[in-house]
């Protein structure tokens, strides 16, 4: 009898054990968030900056991956390849919605994240701030922002709140200092002085 109880209660704590490394393996699942940034100084150091904020800040692994443009990141996107870029809100809405040029950068802003809310399930946060007229389609303005999948913010509600403290902490000159570091150090370095000293992580 003591046998058979003992075997039970050893059978039992066996299944318990391997349904915790189950859970625990299935809670670690698509954990990983993918950032993507084109083959430059300015876009290295932007993913750098949403990696290690968000890495540091919730223990999310972050990988940062280069596209080879606008449209190719824009495309791994929607194939839910990449969870969040940095895109301008003119290529936005020139280059991959194929819309007219908006001047005003307010009205761009919210015409672009519109649509790409609406018709392509992605969401544009807060702009950085600065604005990058090398990244501007004629007739329109290049304001920066971090664009991520809607189904990522679902799956990571703190999200958003966290990467909008970013918005409008970087001005022309800061861009053009952190860019200027970027191209002759460590993108991930340069990210991470800057988020310390302006007391982000």
């Keep these: 009898m003591n046998t058979i109880r003992i ?8 299944l318990i054990i391997t349904g915790l490394t189950v859970s625990s393996a299935q809670a670690c699942v698509g954990k990983t968030l993918v950032v993507g940034a084109l083959d430059n100084p300015q876009q290295q150091v932007l993913a750098e900056m949403l990696s290690v904020l968000i890495g540091e800040r919730t223990g999310t692994t972050v990988k940062v991956v ?8 824009h495309d791994a996107m929607i194939r839910a390849e990449m969870d969040m870029y940095v895109e ?14 908006i001047a005003d ?26 604005s990058d007229e090398r990244y501007a389609p004629e007739g329109t303005v290049a304001v920066a922002a971090p664009v991520v999948r809607k189904d990522t913010l679902k799956k ?19 861009m053009k200092e952190l860019e200027t570091a970027s191209a002759a150090g460590n993108s991930r370095d340069v990210a991470r002085k800057f988020l310390k000293e302006k007391r982000f992580i």
């Design 7 to 14: 075997f039970f209660n050893a059978l039992l704590v066996v």
């Design 66 to 73: 280069s596209v080879a443009g606008h449209a190719e990141a």
């Design 88 to 101: 301008y809100t003119g290529v936005g809405q020139v280059i991959i919605l194929k819309e007219q040029p």
């Design 105 to 130: 950068s307010d009205e761009l802003y919210k015409a672009v994240k519109e649509r790409y809310n609406q018709d392509l399930n992605l969401i544009w946060l807060k702009p950085f701030g600065f």
């Design 156 to 174: 990571f509600p703190a999200l958003a709140r966290l990467i909008n403290k970013l918005g409008g902490s970087i001005d022309d000159s800061t």
